[in-house]
């Protein structure tokens, strides 16, 4: 599986857009990029995933650089109930195996 | 549908002490992971299924036993207690596992485990 690369810890206003990055530079053709977040002590929870195009759902966007070498997920306006650790994971249409999780990115709305 | 439970919430074991946690889903997903969190850390894949009858061992599978006879139900058994297994099981499913929709894994509310 190819490995992703987050940065530890972000911090963003309440009401402003949060832009977490990830870098996936080993990915291959036919893995997907997943976006999941965990908030203190509850599951992961998904939040998007995507192939090559940009993704838009209710809770966030993902948009994919043309060689997909990285990827920026978007909460376009961020509130206090959005602070949590983000996990950045890709994996492929090859895999058996269940996702892996790496540390992620821990964010921190700010009032 | 109450999608992914596990049971229970909290336990405390002693040393050497055996028990099992149990998972249950209602997706009638074929995929069923557990997965351990330390504090401060990612998660990481104990053991996995991909259907009632079939298991693999994850990236952490030491001290750990499991077994599927239900597509529902996927208990995960600790043989013999030990303090490193203190940590915050969540247990997972999924439609499938490669890759795309339906690979979307739904977690469980975590049983946090403490052995003393």
């Known amino acids: 599986d190819a490995k992703t690369t987050q940065p530890t810890s972000m911090d963003c206003a309440e009401g402003r857009a949060a832009n977490l990055p990830c870098n996936h530079s080993?990915?291959?053709?036919?893995?997907?990029v997943y976006w999941y977040r965990q908030i203190h002590s509850q599951g992961p929870q998904y939040i998007i995933h995507g192939l090559k195009n940009n993704e838009t759902n209710e809770m966030a966007s993902l948009i994919i650089t043309e060689d997909r070498k990285s990827s920026t997920l978007i909460l376009p306006h961020a509130t206090l109930r959005d602070t949590a650790v983000y996990y950045c994971i890709v994996d492929g249409l090859s895999g058996n195996t269940p996702l892996v999780f790496g540390k992620g990115t821990r964010l921190s709305v700010i009032a | 549908n109450a999608g992914v439970t596990q049971t229970p919430k909290f336990q405390v074991l002693k040393t050497g002490q055996s028990m099992t946690l149990q998972c249950a889903q209602d997706m009638n997903h074929e995929y069923m992971s557990w997965y351990r969190q330390d504090p401060g850390m990612g998660l990481r894949l104990i053991h996995y299924?991909?259907?009632?009858?079939?298991?693999d061992q994850g990236e952490v599978p030491n001290g750990y036993n499991v077994s599927r006879s239900t597509t529902e139900d996927f208990p995960l058994r600790l043989l013999s207690a030990a303090p490193s297994q203190t940590s915050v099981y969540f247990c997972?499913?999924?439609?499938?596992?490669?890759?795309?929709?339906?690979?979307?894994?739904?977690f469980g509310p975590g049983t946090r485990l403490t052995v003393l």
């Open positions: 080993t990915i291959s053709g036919n893995e997907y």
């Open positions: 299924s991909v259907g009632a009858g079939i298991t």
């Open positions: 997972a499913s999924s439609y499938s596992l490669a890759g795309g929709p339906g690979d979307t894994q739904y």
